[in-house]
């Protein structure tokens, strides 16, 4: 079955850096964008970034542009959130989703479990 | 950026009742706009695409409709097991905007 697992969570210090990563089983990863969302604690889902299924095009909230960078490794099915210069502010529950494509309205059909980035010194 | 506007915030209602929730984009997304349902501790479940599709496996209770600004999801008879938070979102162009979320619970 479709399963997306993140990974790569824990506590970092201000300004440091930490890449999480998203292994993707039961599906065509290479066909599928792919994006990063999310959560603060107790707060609503924001989007973070996404890839198109040939990593040729990134796309990322303002919040993060210019720290961030998503990417991904096709061949070994694993999405990537590099992230540079934490602030307490991207302490965060990020989850990892597939992108069902035009036909279905570019919709997140597939959520893992998340992980738990927290940013504090 | 497009930005998303849920309403209301919050709502309590019995089991039964007849629930709609809002959501309003700040321009036109035509029917790029998708609604998901999240439990607390859980990962966000999609429950309708593009507008008014209802993913495979959502309960038949579940509608959505609207097209370009406006949209609405509604629960036609609320079950216990629907007390939850959801959330519109567009899916029109990047970035991928959220509404800020409507927490149902039952009376």
């Known amino acids: 079955q479709v399963q997306v697992v993140e990974s790569g969570g824990g506590v970092v210090q201000p300004e440091m850096s930490l890449r999480l990563s998203c292994t993707a089983s039961?599906?065509?990863?290479?066909?599928?964008?792919m994006h990063w969302v999310r959560q603060a604690p107790g707060k609503g889902l924001e989007w973070v970034a996404l890839?198109?299924?040939?990593?040729?095009?990134?796309y990322y909230a303002d919040s993060v542009k210019g720290r961030f960078t998503i990417s991904r490794d096709n061949p070994n099915n694993t999405l990537y959130l590099q992230m540079n210069t934490l602030r307490a502010e991207d302490t965060a529950v990020y989850y990892c989703?597939?992108?069902?494509?035009?036909?279905?309205?570019?919709?997140?059909?597939?959520w893992g479990q998340g992980t738990l980035v927290t940013v504090s010194s | 950026d497009i930005q998303m506007t849920q309403s209301p915030s919050s709502l309590s209602a019995s089991v039964g009742d007849r629930v709609t929730i809002t959501c309003r984009a700040s321009?036109?997304?035509?029917?790029?706009l998708n609604w998901y349902q999240q439990k607390p501790g859980k990962a966000p479940k999609l429950l309708i695409f593009?507008?008014?599709s209802l993913q495979i496996g959502v309960p038949l209770g579940f509608s959505g409709s609207g097209s370009g600004t406006d949209f609405t999801l509604s629960i036609s008879s609320l079950q216990p097991e629907d007390s939850a938070t959801y959330y519109c979102q567009q899916s029109y162009s990047a970035p991928y905007t959220f509404g800020q979320g409507t927490k149902v619970e039952i009376k």
């Open positions: 989703a597939r992108d069902l494509g035009y036909s279905s309205g570019h919709s997140f059909d597939s």
């Open positions: 321009q036109s997304i035509s029917t790029f």
């Open positions: 593009a507008a008014s």
């Open positions: 039961g599906f065509t990863f290479s066909s599928h964008s």
């Open positions: 890839i198109w299924p040939d990593g040729t095009k990134k």
